[in-house]
């Protein structure tokens, strides 16, 4: 397993930016499919993004267009630039990393991080 580091969260009114960092420690990094969920109080964990080894992306319709995944393999760290944000967004946001995934639809994501909060004010 890999350990995971989130950063970058904050509070900002509703139609700013954040971008979240997700710094991964270990040796394979470039081998590891990437993910961000987010878990808003009182719902589940939902699905956000992720990012497999080559950089194929997938994204959540709830996000598409206003969010986007990268990754710096150099730097073991995976990012979500995040714009246009809406009240809605505003969750717990987790990083998690896997290095079996076949698929992002269907990645059993072995690694988490602790979280970082994003509170988005109208």
């Known amino acids: 397993q890999v350990q995971l580091v989130e950063s970058g969260g904050g509070s900002v009114q509703a139609g700013g930016s954040l971008r979240l960092s997700c710094a991964a420690s270990g040796r394979t990094f470039n081998r590891y499919a990437m993910g961000w969920f987010r878990q808003a109080p009182g719902k589940e964990r939902e699905f956000v993004t992720a990012i497999n080894w080559i950089g194929s992306t997938y994204y959540a319709d709830s996000v598409k267009g206003r969010f986007g995944i990268s990754r710096d393999n150099a730097k073991n760290t995976v990012y979500l630039q995040m714009i246009s944000l809406k009240p809605e967004d505003t969750a717990v946001y987790y990083c998690?990393?896997?290095?079996?995934?076949?698929?992002?639809?269907?990645?059993?994501?072995?690694?988490w991080g602790q979280g970082t909060q994003v509170t988005v004010s109208s």
């Open positions: 998690a990393a896997d290095e079996t995934c076949i698929a992002l639809v269907t990645c059993p994501w072995g690694s």
